[in-house]
């Protein structure tokens, strides 16, 4: 297990940027896949995208349909740390935002942070 400290949301209006970013603690980091999932209200969480362990090699990434093109998750392991990119934001992207990390990930395993919000919003 990992503490996870997510940040970076905020308000926003669409079609501009915002940088989350996921901050682990433990050298084991590198270790673990990581993926960013967000809850918006009355919904169930869902993942938009994840990084594959740095381990024997560079994390593959996957991402949902909804943020292809537009959202970048990326790893620094020298920081433990994963981030998340999102590009042209649209209002439909306003959800919590939650960084998982784990030998296996999604909803009751791993490690989860506290979650960010962000708001696209006019």
């Known amino acids: 297990q990992v503490q996870l400290v997510e940040s970076g949301g905020g308000l926003v209006q669409p079609g501009g940027s915002l940088r989350l970013s996921c901050v682990a603690s433990?050298?084991?980091?590198?270790?673990?896949?990581v993926a960013w999932y967000r809850q918006a209200p009355g919904k169930e969480r869902e993942l938009v995208a994840n990084?594959?362990?740095?381990?024997?090699?560079?994390?593959?990434?996957n991402y949902a349909d909804s943020v292809k093109g537009r959202f970048t998750i990326s790893r620094d392991n020298a920081k433990n740390t994963v981030y998340l990119q999102m590009n042209s934001l649209k209002p439909e992207d306003t959800a919590v935002y939650y960084c998982?990390?784990?030998?296996?990930?999604?909803?009751?395993?791993?490690?989860w942070g506290q979650g960010t919000q962000v708001i696209v919003s006019s």
């Open positions: 998982n990390a784990g030998l296996r990930l999604g909803v009751g395993f791993g490690s």
């Open positions: 990084i594959t362990s740095a381990i024997p090699k560079s994390g593959t990434v």
């Open positions: 433990g050298s084991i980091f590198r270790l673990f896949a």
